[in-house]
């Protein structure tokens, strides 16, 4: 009898462990919306006041907005005004009752930064927020000259005006009615005009046009998109459905995009066009300009081979300063140049070494040093000291031990011989500098750590903590934050973060589905490096169902880390990701017994609908169910930039009879409908009907695979949505999800 119960206990343990209710009344109890009402604002947003150091930030707690001021060089913090102060002296002021909803209180400064200035009907006031006395305003402003109303690019002095006209650009003296026209060429997409697709001939509209400090020169990039082919999507749901065309660039297209740049001066009221041209369907952007020269970039389509250029004012001829090739292709998203002192200097980011680090060069393009170095990612300048020959930019993974996504902020001097770490704490650091160098906000925290929001110098030091959120409210409502954890890749070297959400009724003696939550990249990963309540993809109510919610890096995934990691995609812009994941969640389930590896679920949005799918297809005796919105399946009709950057394209020459050097580009890559015919799980394939951004011929293709591979699915399609859902949509999208994977890893898995 003894060991009958034994034997009856071990084979009832499996219903047991397997008898699972899916909670969507915990999922609903955990949603955004209702998170924000535990909860106020995390970090502060510093707003210098008149280029000061001192600055005003408004900080919501409880339901509650405040303002506050903080003056750095007294280490003071304190309320900018009470609203309902303020609104009783208005009353006393005026002997009337006060329209609060007719009061806009977002703060104007005085130039002696003393007073806040507002208008109530018609009349200014003036609120000294040191002595708190109201007062009519009666300041004579610096800026209160007479106000001339200007259409278009005013310079600096406010004595010229630039702007647009029938798709030209046109220069007049302010007070003046005589204009000059500057071009006449303008056509609708070969354009002066900042809404190249504007209509409007008889009209003055802006321009893109940029003025120099000096307010005698000034540049525009102008784009000839004439040739740049159309996409459409269909709005349903207006009383008469109508077509939404716009222009739309493919990778490989024939016709893209062509830049030109022009330079004019208002005292020859001329404008002369540089002579930019060397590579076929190049990209051109300014980074600096003086009374002399034009400093520009141009880019290769390929996208492996960039030149700093200076093109001169006068007569647009141009000298290269910089080459760089960087093989399979550039770092869009951390490369960076700065021109310091005029041109003298010139910051440069490479990751030649298979880092990214900057570098030192003179004008003329001679190497002077390396700035940072070793094997860790310098990243974004945020603040540079042109006397004290110091940078100061944030750093991913300097600090032993730590994650390589926590950004901290560093110094370094321009010889690189001083380096230091101003931001010490183990966390991810979002810097704010004030105008003068000499004071930074500093709100650091991490996924599992609460955010503090202080003030520091410009070396570092502690002045003051200026805000710590209460989420007191978070936790007494059974919220708790989600955990870190770290994994292999499939190279069994490499390391990969990843975060992991819990039910809150979790119990460690069960066992419980695992979903992955995806995003490929390669221009980012969704493994949030601060806190987060919010998440993106809101893990925390899925994962109340009765799931354990997974997100993980992946090789290939983020541009912050070294070169052979970010570039490991490249030329496999569809599987680079799949096996990484796959070999994660294997190794998780291997640590964690409470996770289930057989009732396996994944999901993506956009890029990671697309890797979800794909994933689904290419393991389908591992993934049993997958939710993938807006996915671009189709790569070959989404984004040029992505899939030129991360695909990559080759570029074809042929010399003509006349010795002319023509190019092509072409354009490949392996696309999701190729693996319908292995899918064997539960799919769901949703898209929004006007996403202009992954258009929904990207889900329409892999749904008609699966149709001809005689494969089940289940589809949505949300009506007057775009890429992003909103609304009751959103809500609508969010809650099916929670169901179709409660359906098939929760309900019907139990015998």
Same mark, same amino acid.
């Given at each position: 009898?003894k060991?009958?119960?034994?034997?009856?206990?071990?084979?009832?343990?499996?219903?047991?462990?397997?008898?699972?209710?899916?909670?969507?009344?915990?999922a609903?109890?955990y949603?955004?919306?209702?998170?924000? =009402? /535990?909860? $106020?604002m !995390? @970090?502060?947003?510093p707003?210098?006041?008149?280029?000061s150091?001192?600055?005003? #930030?408004?900080?919501?707690?409880?339901?509650?907005?405040?303002?506050?001021?903080?003056?750095?060089?007294?280490?003071?913090?304190?309320l900018?005004?009470?609203?309902?102060?303020?609104?009783?002296?208005?009353?006393?002021?005026?002997n009337?009752?006060?329209?609060?909803?007719?009061?806009?209180?977002?703060?104007?400064?005085?130039?002696d930064?003393?007073r806040?200035l507002?208008?109530?009907?018609g009349?200014?006031y003036?609120?000294?927020?040191?002595?708190?006395?109201?007062?009519?305003?009666t300041?004579?402003?610096?800026?209160?000259?007479?106000?001339?109303?200007?259409?278009?690019?005013?310079?600096?002095?406010?004595?010229?005006?630039?702007?647009?006209?029938?798709?030209?650009?046109?220069? =007049? /003296?302010? $007070?003046d !009615? @005589?204009?000059?026209?500057?071009?006449?060429?303008?056509?609708?997409?070969?354009s #002066?005009?900042?809404?190249?697709?504007?209509?409007?001939?008889?009209?003055?509209?802006?321009?893109?046009?940029?003025?120099?400090?000096?307010?005698?020169?000034?540049?525009?990039?102008?784009?000839?998109?004439?040739?740049?082919?159309?996409?459409?999507?269909?709005?349903?749901?207006?009383?008469?459905?109508?077509?939404?065309?716009?222009?739309?660039?493919?990778?490989?297209?024939?016709?893209?995009?062509?830049?030109?740049?022009?330079?004019?001066?208002?005292?020859?009221?001329?404008?002369?066009?540089?002579?930019?041209?060397?590579?076929?369907?190049?990209?051109?952007?300014?980074?600096?300009?003086?009374s002399?020269e034009?400093?520009?970039?141009?880019?290769?389509?390929?996208?492996?081979?960039?030149?700093?250029?200076?093109?001169?004012?006068?007569?647009?001829e141009?000298?290269?300063?910089?080459?760089?090739?960087?093989?399979p292709?550039?770092?869009?998203?951390?490369?960076?140049?700065s021109?310091?002192?005029?041109?003298?200097?010139?910051?440069?980011?490479?990751?030649?070494?298979?880092?990214?680090?900057?570098?030192?060069?003179?004008?003329?393009?001679?190497?002077?040093?390396?700035?940072?170095?070793?094997?860790?990612?310098?990243?974004?300048?945020?603040?540079i000291?042109?006397?004290?020959?110091?940078?100061?930019?944030?750093?991913?993974?300097?600090?032993?031990?730590?994650n390589?996504?926590?950004?901290?902020?560093?110094?370094?001097?321009?010889?690189?011989?001083?380096?230091?770490l101003?931001t010490?704490?183990?966390?991810?650091?979002?810097?704010?500098f004030?105008?003068?160098?000499?004071?930074?906000?500093?709100?650091?925290?991490?996924?599992?750590?609460?955010?503090?929001?202080?003030?520091?110098?410009?070396?570092?030091?502690?002045?003051?903590?200026?805000?710590?959120?209460?989420?007191?409210?978070?936790?007494d409502?059974?919220?708790?934050?989600?955990?870190?954890?770290?994994?292999?890749?499939?190279?069994?070297?490499?390391?990969?973060?990843?975060?992991?959400?819990?039910?809150?009724?979790?119990?460690?003696?069960?066992?419980?589905?695992?979903?992955?939550?995806?995003?490929?990249?390669?221009?980012?990963?969704t493994?949030?490096p601060?806190?987060?309540?919010?998440?993106?993809?809101?893990?925390?109510?899925?994962a109340?169902?009765?799931?354990?919610?997974v997100?993980?890096?992946?090789r290939?995934?983020s541009?912050?880390?070294?070169?052979?990691?970010?570039?490991?995609?490249?030329?496999?812009?569809?599987?680079?990701?799949?096996?990484?994941?796959?070999?994660?969640?294997?190794?998780?389930?291997?640590?964690y017994?409470?996770?289930?590896?057989?009732?396996?679920?994944?999901?993506?949005?956009?890029?990671?609908a697309?890797m979800?799918?794909?994933?689904?297809?290419t393991?389908?005796?591992?993934?049993?169910?997958?939710?993938?919105?807006?996915?671009?399946?189709?790569?070959?009709?989404?984004?040029?930039?992505w899939g030129?950057?991360?695909?990559?394209?080759?570029?074809?020459t042929?010399?003509t009879?006349?010795?002319?050097?023509?190019?092509?580009?072409?354009f490949?890559?392996?696309?999701?409908?190729t693996?319908?015919?292995?899918?064997?799980?539960?799919?769901?394939?949703?898209?929004?009907?006007?996403?202009?951004?992954?258009?929904p011929?990207?889900?329409y293709?892999?749904?008609?695979?699966?149709?001809?591979?005689?494969?089940?699915?289940?589809?949505?399609?949300?009506?007057?949505?775009?890429h992003?859902?909103?609304?009751?949509?959103?809500s609508?999208?969010?809650?099916?999800?929670?169901?179709?994977?409660?359906k098939?890893?929760?309900?019907?898995?139990?015998?």
């Open positions: 009898m060991y009958f119960s034994i034997l009856l206990v071990l084979l009832i343990a499996p219903i047991y462990l397997f008898a699972q209710t899916a909670d969507y009344k915990a609903e109890k949603d955004a919306p209702n998170l924000a =009402k /535990k909860i $106020g !995390t @970090e502060i947003i707003f210098f006041i008149n280029k150091d001192a600055f005003w #930030f408004n900080y919501e707690d409880k339901g509650i907005r405040n303002y506050f001021f903080v003056d750095p060089s007294k280490k003071e913090k304190r900018l005004f009470d609203k309902k102060t303020v609104i009783e002296k208005l009353g006393i002021l005026r009337e009752k006060v329209d609060s909803l007719a009061l806009n209180f977002m703060p104007s400064f005085s130039d930064n003393k806040i507002f208008s109530y009907k009349t200014r003036a609120y000294d927020f040191h002595e708190q006395n109201l007062t009519e305003n300041i004579k402003q610096k800026t209160d000259a007479v106000v001339v109303r200007l259409i278009g690019n005013s310079s600096p002095d406010k004595k010229w005006q630039l702007y647009s006209r029938n798709h030209n650009l046109y220069l =007049k /003296k302010v $007070g !009615t @005589e204009e000059t026209a500057l071009s006449n060429d303008g056509q609708l997409y070969y #002066f005009c900042m809404n190249e697709f504007d209509s409007s001939a008889l009209q003055n509209l802006p321009t893109n046009v940029i003025w120099q400090t000096d307010s005698k020169n000034f540049y525009v990039i102008r784009k000839d998109n004439r040739k740049v082919e159309t996409m459409s999507v269909v709005h349903t749901l207006p009383a008469r459905p109508w077509i939404e065309t716009y222009k739309y660039q493919l990778p490989g297209d024939k016709y893209v995009s062509q830049y030109e740049l022009w330079i004019g001066n208002v005292e020859n009221k001329k404008l002369i066009m540089v002579n930019t041209a060397k590579w076929a369907d190049q990209t051109v952007s300014v980074v600096f300009s003086n002399k034009t400093f520009f970039l141009r880019k290769k389509r390929t996208l492996d081979e960039i030149e700093l250029c200076a093109g001169n004012n006068t007569t647009g141009v000298r290269t300063i910089i080459n760089e090739i960087s093989k292709c550039i770092n869009g998203e951390l490369f960076n140049v021109i310091l002192n005029g041109g003298k200097d010139i910051l440069w980011w490479s990751d030649r070494t298979g880092w990214g680090h900057y570098y030192l060069y003179d004008s003329v393009g001679k190497l002077k040093g390396q700035i940072t170095n070793g094997d860790w990612t310098a990243g974004k300048i945020l603040s000291d042109t006397t004290g020959r110091t940078i100061y930019f944030n750093g991913y993974g300097k600090e032993s031990g730590r390589p996504y926590l950004a901290h902020l560093y110094k370094a001097s321009l010889d690189g011989r001083k380096q230091s101003l010490p704490e183990d966390a991810s650091h979002k810097i704010h004030s105008p003068s160098g000499n004071y930074f906000t500093d709100t650091y925290s991490r996924i599992d750590l609460e955010p503090k929001n202080v003030l520091r110098d410009k070396d570092g030091k502690l002045i003051l903590e200026i805000a710590k959120p209460d989420i007191k409210g978070l936790y409502m059974g919220w708790r934050m989600p955990e870190s954890f770290k994994v292999k890749a499939k190279d069994g070297v490499t390391d990969l973060y990843g975060i992991m959400w819990k039910p809150y009724n979790f119990d460690s003696t069960k066992i419980y589905p695992i979903i992955s939550q995806v995003y490929p990249g390669p221009q980012t990963e493994v949030w601060d806190f987060t309540v919010f998440d993106k993809y809101n893990n925390t109510s899925l109340q169902v009765g799931f354990i919610v997100c993980m890096g992946h290939g995934g541009p912050f880390r070294d070169k052979k990691y970010f570039s490991y995609g490249y030329n496999n812009l569809r599987d680079y990701p799949l096996e990484d994941d796959k070999y994660g969640l294997e190794q998780l389930a291997q640590q017994k409470f996770i289930d590896i057989n009732r396996l679920g994944i999901f993506g949005h956009s890029g990671g697309a979800a799918t794909a994933a689904m297809c393991y389908p005796d591992f993934y049993k169910v997958a939710v993938a919105s807006s996915g671009n399946h189709d790569n070959t009709i989404y984004n040029r930039n030129e950057s991360f695909q990559g394209i080759t570029e074809v042929d010399t009879k006349e010795s002319t050097v023509k190019s092509s580009f072409r490949k890559v392996a696309v999701n409908q693996l319908a015919k292995f899918l064997k799980g539960h799919l769901l394939l949703v898209t929004g009907e006007v996403d202009a951004n992954v258009h011929g990207n889900t293709r892999m749904v008609d695979a699966l149709i001809k591979a005689g494969k089940d699915f289940d589809m949505l399609v949300l009506p007057d949505q775009s992003h859902y909103e609304g009751v949509y959103k609508f999208f969010e809650n099916k999800l929670r169901h179709y994977f409660g098939y890893l929760i309900e019907n898995t139990r015998n």
